[in-house]
């Protein structure tokens, strides 16, 4: 399972799901202290903005950036449970959340693993620029943005609920 929530909710999240693996998609990840039991070559630390297009002063997700979580990702065992969290749990992580099943579920239908995520959450607004770079290195030749684009919006909030995805129940392109 991948669990997906705000930083506020880190701790709280590690320690109710029994994860052992935690991406922080945070522009101030110095300021996360993880649970002591978090093994630290099991925390992935991206240190980006919540911004769809580059901007002075502020660090824009680049390929780099998804390369290193698909990576991560990759080695991600599935023993235990995974959280991915930013600082309001509603753009950079629920982006990550996506383009981390895209990975590890090649043949998955993107429109299937983009209403799983809406039904999961209905305040997930990925980020667009993240799963734009997350659709280019995974090939997935604009299905996952379009994908995205087709759950829309979400409802506003200042703060993501907790959620999980499934990590292995997507469902298979024809």
């Excluded at 101030?28 to 630390?45: K, T, Y």
């Amino acid at each position: 399972m991948i669990h997906v929530c705000s930083l506020a909710r880190l701790h709280a999240t590690v320690d109710e799901t029994g994860a052992r693996h935690v991406v922080t998609i945070l522009k101030h990840s110095d300021r996360v202290v993880l649970p002591g039991h978090i093994a630290p070559q099991n925390h992935l630390v991206l240190s980006v903005d919540d911004i769809a297009s580059p901007m002075d002063g502020f660090v824009a997700p680049g390929h780099e950036h998804v390369e290193r979580l698909i990576e991560f990702v990759g080695h991600w065992d599935r023993t235990a449970p995974m959280v991915v969290h930013c600082f309001a749990g509603i753009s950079r992580s629920t982006a990550a959340a996506f383009i981390s099943l895209c990975a590890i579920n090649p043949k998955a239908d993107e429109f299937e693993l983009a209403r799983a995520l809406r039904a999961a959450s209905p305040t997930a607004y990925p980020n667009r620029r993240l799963v734009t770079l997350g659709d280019t290195v995974l090939s997935r030749s604009g299905r996952m943005i379009a994908a995205v684009e087709d759950i829309g919006r979400g409802e506003f909030a200042e703060e993501g609920k907790v959620f999980a995805l499934s990590a292995t129940n997507a469902g298979s392109r024809g």
